[in-house]
C-alpha cells in the first residue's frame, strides 16, 4: 500500500508537470502564429519538375537492368547527351533575348501547371489552393499553357466546396485550359470543383457524382423531455432557427429547412449546367454517384485514365510542374511542436508503464 501510495504521489506530481509544460509550449505557439499572422513571409511556393521526376525513374530502371559494363558506357553516353542539351538549351536562350519579346514569347514552350486538392469536410486545403492558383496566375498564358488539378474529396459544407469551386472557376475566366485528374473520388463537393474543368479525366474505378445535398442533426428534445429539462430556443426572425438539436422541432420548420435544401439542390445543379451544358442533368442529378465507366457514359467525365497517364503524356509535350503552397513556420513553432510531440509521446509511455505495472 506503501508503494501503491508513493507511485500514485509521483504520478500526479508527473502530470502536473506534464500539463504546464503543455500549456507553456501551447502559449509560445499561440503566440507565433499571432506574430507571423497576416504577413507575406508565412508561406512559400513550391514547385518540381515531373519531366525530370519521370525520366530519373527511367534511368533508374534502365541502369538496374544492364550489367556493369553496359552500365558505364551506356552512363557516358547519358552525361554526353545531357551535356549537348544543356549546350543546345543556353544557345536557345541566348537567341531568345536577341530577338523581340513576342518572338520569344512565341517559341517558348508550353507548360503545365499541376495543383493538388485532398479535400476533407470543410474543404481545409482551399487557403493553400487558392495562393497556388494566385501564383499559377501570375505566370501561365492563355492559349499557350494548361493548369491540372489532381482532384480527391468526397464533398462536405456547402461553402466551403463553393469557395474553392471559385478558386478552379478564376482559372477558367482567364482563358487557361484547366483540366481536372479523379484517381479516387470526386463526389457531391469534390465533383462541383472537378465540372469547372473543360475536361475530367478520372481512372476506371473512381467514384464520380452525388450532385445533392444532405442535412442530418440529432434531436435530444424527448430525452431532455423525460428527465424534466427544459430548453427554450429564442429567436427574432421567423426563420432564424428552423431546426433545433434540444428544442421541440414543429412540422413548419421541418418544412422550411426542405426547402432550403432544395433551394441549394437548384443552385448546385445550376452551377453544374453551366459548365458541362451537354450534361444531362434531370438524369445525374439525384444523389446517386457513378463509377468512371458508369459516370463516362453519362457524360460526368470525359476520359477513363489516370493522372499518371496523363501527366506522362503530357510531359512529351510541355514542361510538367507541380505547384503547391505550404506554410512556413517559425523557429518557435517548430521547437513548440518538437516539444509537444515529444511530451506527448512521454506522457503516454508514463501512462503505460503505470497501467503495466505489476504490484506483488
Request: charged share 30%; glycine share 8%; with cysteine.
Amino acid at each position: 500500500m506503501e508503494f501503491l501510495s508513493d507511485y500514485g504521489l509521483f504520478l500526479a506530481k508527473a502530470v502536473t508537470l506534464v500539463i504546464a509544460v503543455v500549456v507553456v509550449v501551447s502559449v509560445i505557439v499561440s503566440a507565433a502564429h499571432r506574430n507571423q499572422g497576416g504577413q507575406e513571409g508565412d508561406g512559400e511556393l513550391r514547385t518540381r519538375k515531373l519531366n525530370d521526376h519521370y525520366r530519373k525513374l527511367k534511368e533508374a530502371l534502365q541502369a538496374k537492368l544492364m550489367d556493369d559494363q553496359e552500365r558505364k558506357v551506356w552512363q557516358k553516353q547519358q552525361k554526353k547527351q545531357r551535356k549537348a542539351e544543356d549546350k543546345a538549351r543556353k544557345q536557345a536562350l541566348k537567341a531568345s533575348a536577341d530577338n523581340s519579346e513576342s518572338d520569344s514569347d512565341a517559341s517558348a514552350k508550353a507548360r503545365v501547371f499541376v495543383l493538388d486538392f485532398d479535400g476533407d469536410i470543410k474543404a481545409s486545403d482551399t487557403d493553400n489552393l487558392r495562393k497556388a492558383v494566385t501564383g499559377v496566375l501570375s505566370v501561365a498564358e492563355p492559349g499557350r499553357d494548361e493548369v491540372v488539378v489532381r482532384l480527391e474529396s468526397g464533398g462536405g459544407l456547402v461553402h466551403a466546396y463553393g469557395l474553392a469551386s471559385a478558386q478552379l472557376d478564376r482559372i477558367r475566366d482567364k482563358g487557361i485550359a484547366l483540366t481536372a485528374c479523379v484517381d479516387k473520388v470526386a463526389a457531391s463537393g469534390g465533383y462541383m470543383m472537378a465540372c469547372v474543368a473543360d475536361r475530367i479525366v478520372a481512372s476506371p474505378f473512381a467514384v464520380i457524382g452525388s450532385i445533392g445535398v444532405v442535412a442530418q442533426l440529432p434531436n435530444f428534445h424527448r430525452f431532455l423531455q423525460k428527465n424534466d429539462v427544459d430548453f427554450e430556443v429564442l429567436t427574432a426572425g421567423e426563420h432564424k432557427r428552423t431546426l433545433t438539436i434540444f428544442g421541440e422541432n414543429t412540422d413548419k420548420g421541418r418544412q422550411k429547412f426542405l426547402a432550403d435544401l432544395e433551394d441549394t439542390h437548384g443552385l448546385f445543379k445550376e452551377y453544374v449546367s453551366q459548365r458541362r451544358p451537354d450534361l444531362d442533368i434531370g438524369a445525374v442529378a439525384n444523389g446517386d454517384i457513378w463509377f468512371g465507366k458508369r459516370a463516362l457514359d453519362v457524360h460526368l467525365i470525359d476520359e477513363i485514365r489516370t493522372s499518371d497517364e496523363y501527366l506522362i503524356e503530357a510531359c512529351d509535350r510541355a514542361d510538367v510542374i507541380t505547384v503547391s503552397f505550404h506554410h512556413k513556420r517559425s523557429v518557435a513553432e517548430k521547437l513548440g511542436l518538437a516539444a509537444s510531440g515529444a511530451i506527448e509521446h512521454g506522457f503516454w509511455r508514463l501512462i503505460s508503464a503505470f497501467r503495466n505495472q505489476k504490484i506483488q
